[in-house]
């Protein structure tokens, strides 16, 4: 394939979810090329068996390996709380994920009740469950599946009606259990923060994970085979594998807020 970023970081999602953590990424290293593959046509992973979403996060993996890629962020939750040991395990790359921010949720709290709003299968993970026990044992958490919320997004639906009715049932029971901290365990999430902060009210945090990718991203840059120096801006390129690569192309650029036309490519695999 032509005009494909060499040595750049790639990072990919379900969706246009990821999206977010790109932004962080690239607030933290303007200059690194970046590849951001948007798995849309396979979205919601959430409510997917495992080992479909393992299989998918494989496949997009090699693929950006192949580019080469210097890193591979995985963007998604869910996928990360899955699939991250059989990547790590298929190259010596870093291979960067995510996890719902319950530490410094249970740091935080005053009121003593924080509250997960996640996938069905990021909800239901042992990692999840790991880090209530590590990290939360301590306060009350309300942990929250929202299925239906990642599709709202990958349509453009920030703060429909639809939307904030899902919102607003999701919310109720962290509302009524005395929650001042809201975990966003989904990077699709991160598009309807504002929406989720008018709901929940001023007197709750909502936290979400985009700028501590870009923190560990820093951590482990001495893996990196080394950051790009010099002034220069690093590139953009964008697959996704939606049916109607014309209106997720349009999403992602509103997402993005940059015109994307004629910029996001077939995903091929
Ligand atoms: N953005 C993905 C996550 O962080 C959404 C997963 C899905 O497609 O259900 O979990």
Redo the contacts with the bound molecule.
């Keep these: 394939m032509t005009g494909v970023l060499r040595g750049a970081i790639g990072v990919f ?6 999206l977010s953590t790109l932004r962080a990424i690239h607030e933290a290293y303007p200059h690194e090329h970046l590849i951001y593959v948007a ?1 849309s046509g ?7 068996p495992a080992g479909a979403i393992i299989e998918r996060a494989q496949r997009i993996t090699q693929f950006l390996l192949d580019q080469p890629c210097k890193a591979v962020v995985v ?7 899955l699939a991250l040991p059989t990547l790590r395990a298929m190259t010596t790359t870093p291979i960067i994920g ?1 996890e719902p921010a319950i530490k410094p949720a249970a740091q935080a709290t005053r009121s003593g009740v924080i509250g997960v709003l ?5 909800i239901g993970s042992e990692s999840v469950q790991r880090l209530v026990a590590h990290y939360a044992s301590h306060v009350k958490v309300v942990l929250q599946a929202c299925p239906g919320l ?1 599709e709202q ?2 349509a453009g639906h920030l703060d429909t009606p639809e939307t904030v009715r899902l919102l607003r049932a999701y919310l109720s029971p962290l509302c009524d259990a005395g929650v001042d901290q809201v975990v966003l ?5 991160y598009f309807l923060r504002e929406t989720i902060a008018r709901l929940v009210g001023p007197s709750v945090n909502v936290l979400e994970p985009a700028q501590a990718i870009a923190r560990q991203l820093g951590a482990r840059s001495h893996l990196l085979s080394g950051l790009r120096e010099g002034d220069a801006q690093g590139g953009f390129s964008f697959f996704s594998s939606a049916r109607n690569l014309d209106v997720a192309g349009d999403v992602m650029a509103r997402l993005w807020g940059m015109d994307l036309t004629g910029q996001v490519r077939p995903l091929p695999v």
């Design positions: 999602d379900s969706g246009v979810g990821g798995d396979h979205a919601p992973y959430g409510d997917q963007a998604c939750n869910t996928a990360s709380v995510m996640a996938t069905q299968r990021t990642v997004v990958e365990g989904c990077t699709h999430y």
